[in-house]
């Protein structure tokens, strides 16, 4: 048999570190409340002095430091800052021993909780929870954290169940949550009501406004961050995905959607959009409106009319708002728009218009190229037309403001509909029945309504046109020399160019037509 040498151990870190090295156990602690309440942060401000004075008694302990996480969930790690910098300290070798209250504490994620006590243990770090009376270093210890853990994880999952019903109770009773931080235009009330915030609504109705005029979402965001406004969480920069946002939210003409996500996952905290999988509750008149009902429904029109626009192949493209002819401007021969080009003629620079299908392939289309000093003075020819033969055109306007029909009960009879069906969807979902074909009906006059909505603010606006026509035409002197590209916005929406004059088409119905 050959000689044996004994090696001796090495010293570790952790309780099994050698005295000489370390004289005395560093200890470190972990305190954790879930929520910011008066009473958790009470208990939160307790477990610290707790730890602090239990360690400091120790005399072979030395307190390293008290790691806390105020108002964080123990379902995950991700954003525990005390416990992942806790962790960090384990791994540089400063911590022997952590303390906590309990497994609940620690983590209610079961995976989580074996994950880091078992990182901790092969770095020779023992967690003990006072609460279990459970060492991780003991024989036993894995398989009771184990189920304690897997305890902890159920309790947490109730209690986001609990949660879940509390937030359906509230969104019943037409209880509106908003997080008002990242939110344009209100504030909260000491009651937790929405109140408008004066100052942010002036931001908003200038969005809803512009993009009526025809300005695109990105011309809108350079103009706010032009005249250095800030977005709701204070930044100067504007995306287009926020403005979009705004326009499309309901909760700017004082109604509220609720439930449009829902977590997933409790542990992961994951949200998603709600396509139906959950339940929704609108809420109509929940609070103080900023935006007019009509003035929204002409903006959802608006924005899927921008959505529908396709070129000459059929194919979707982009809005334009860079020129007040933009989008408007016709092709009458074969229907395509006109395209703005900067035209270079044997050496003479010029803007000037033409047919997008002949600038493809010139045999498809023989529709004349207009330059734009025509375009724009044939504009203000159609306007003197207007001015200067101001009584047909008022007789015109009168008659088509006569012709718009309101059928004022068209609403009423479909909100009586659904109130009915929202009673019978309640009763059998409490007698625990079978509600889809009240579903389907519901979900097809919403359809219904919304229309009606969008025919009734589209009429509405028709009217403000017509009147706003009759009120220029009225209070035009006699003359008018100069382009307005402003005023080109806000009236016309077509312009037909033919082979020998231009057919000016305006929103409030009647036509001009001016040889050019």
């Known amino acids: 048999m050959g000689n044996v040498m004994k090696i001796p151990a090495r010293p570790q870190v952790g309780n099994r570190a050698a005295k000489k090295e370390i004289k005395r ?5 972990y305190c954790r409340v879930s929520t910011d309440n008066e009473e958790q942060a009470t208990s939160y401000d307790t477990q610290i002095q707790h730890y602090r004075e239990y360690i400091i008694s120790k005399p072979e302990w030395e307190l390293v430091d008290i790691y806390a996480d105020e108002g964080i969930s123990a379902t995950n790690t991700k954003k525990r800052d005390d416990f992942n910098r806790m962790i960090d300290d384990c791994k540089l070798g400063l911590i022997d021993l952590v303390i906590t209250k309990s497994i609940s504490r620690f983590a209610r994620n079961t995976v989580d909780c074996l994950n880091y006590i078992r990182e901790l243990k092969e770095m020779n770090i023992p967690v003990f929870f006072e609460k279990e009376n459970i060492n991780t270093m003991d024989a036993k210890g894995e398989v009771l954290i184990t189920i304690m853990a897997s305890l902890a994880q159920q309790e947490s999952e109730s209690l986001s169940q609990n949660v879940k019903l509390g937030m359906q109770y509230r969104f019943q009773q037409g209880k509106i949550m908003v997080n008002t931080t990242c939110f344009l235009g209100y504030d909260k009330d000491d009651k937790g009501n929405l109140v408008i915030n004066q100052k942010q609504a002036e931001v908003v109705k200038r969005i809803f406004r512009e993009y009526l005029e025809g300005k695109s979402i990105l011309a809108i965001c350079r103009g706010l961050e032009r005249d250095k406004i800030k977005t709701s969480r204070g930044n100067a920069r504007w995306h287009d995905s926020s403005v979009r946002k705004i326009l499309e939210n309901e909760k ?42 009509e003035i929204f429904m002409q903006v959802q029109e608006e924005i899927a009319r921008r959505g529908m626009l396709k070129d000459v192949h059929g194919r979707r493209k982009c809005f334009s708002a860079a020129h007040a002819f933009s989008q408007i401007t016709f092709c009458a021969d074969c229907g395509a728009e006109f395209s703005r080009l900067h035209w270079n003629n044997h050496g003479k620079k010029s803007i000037v218009w033409r047919c997008s299908k002949r600038l493809e392939d010139y045999t498809k289309c023989s529709a004349r190229t207009i330059k734009e000093d025509d375009l724009q003075q044939a504009f203000v020819e159609a306007l003197q037309i207007m001015i200067g033969d101001s009584d047909n055109y008022l007789k015109k306007l009168k008659a088509n403001l006569n012709q718009i029909i309101v059928d004022p009960g068209a609403l009423q009879s479909i909100d009586d509909r659904l109130n009915k069906l929202q009673h019978e969807l309640i009763d059998r979902t409490e007698r625990h029945e079978d509600y889809s074909d009240i579903a389907e009906e519901i979900f097809a006059l919403r359809e219904q309504r919304e229309k009606v909505q969008v025919s009734k603010s589209s009429q509405a606006e028709y009217k ?16 008018i020399t100069q382009f307005d590209e402003a005023l080109a916005r806000k009236l016309l929406s077509q312009i037909n160019v033919h082979s020998d004059y231009l057919e000016f088409k305006f929103k409030s119905g009647v036509a001009v037509s001016v040889e050019k």
Do not use: C, W
């Open 25 to 29: 156990l560093r200890v470190a602690a």
């Open 464 to 479: 403000k046109r017509i009147k706003e026509l009759q009120k220029f035409i009225k209070a035009q002197p006699d003359t």
């Open 252 to 293: 700017y003409m004082g109604d509220a959607l609720l439930q449009k996500t829902y977590t997933v996952d409790f542990l992961n905290k994951k949200r998603v959009k709600n396509n139906g999988i959950m339940p929704q509750y609108y809420v109509e008149d929940s609070h103080p409106a900023i935006i007019s009902k």
